[in-house]
């Protein structure tokens, strides 16, 4: 395949956006962690599990911004983001559809937004990490 300048950018500027949202969404969470962990534990889904996940998504967020910034791994990166984004999108909707009591445990900015809001942002998010996997050349991958 190819590699065109435009596929470049266009990956690049993709793997800016992941490792902006995920380092944001990580350092916020981290830096008011005991309210993170609280509203992890008022959620009717993740209650029972609040303590490892408080600790646990902060962890891959950053591990998968880190290797969206090395080129060798941006594939496995991509695929970890859809994987992450995928896990929150599918929360959401369950949320929405499914509870009674609507918690917010997203930090910074993404706190300001509404559930459908949210929703929207990270169908967005997801779209562009597979138009990332569709398009990262394997020549960018592998080096």
């Known amino acids: 395949m190819s590699v065109r300048p435009y596929h470049i950018l266009f990956i690049e500027i993709i793997c800016f956006l992941f490792i902006l949202l995920f380092s944001y969404a990580a350092i916020s969470k981290l830096l008011d962690f005991k309210v993170f962990k609280i509203q992890l534990g008022q959620s009717p889904l993740l209650t029972v599990f609040a303590g490892w996940i408080a600790w646990v998504i902060p962890i891959i967020e950053l591990m998968i911004a880190l290797l969206l910034a090395i080129p060798k791994y941006r594939l496995v990166a991509l695929y970890g983001a859809i994987s992450l984004m995928s896990l929150f999108t599918l ?13 917010c445990s997203c930090g910074g900015i993404l706190e300001t937004m509404g559930w459908q809001e949210h929703l929207i942002f990270n169908v967005a998010f997801l779209c562009l990490a597979i138009m990332g996997i569709l398009i990262v050349p394997q020549k960018i991958n592998s080096t």
């Not at 929360?91 to 918690?103: E, Q």
């Open 91 to 103: 929360y959401i909707i369950a949320i929405l559809n499914f509870s009674d009591y609507v918690p």
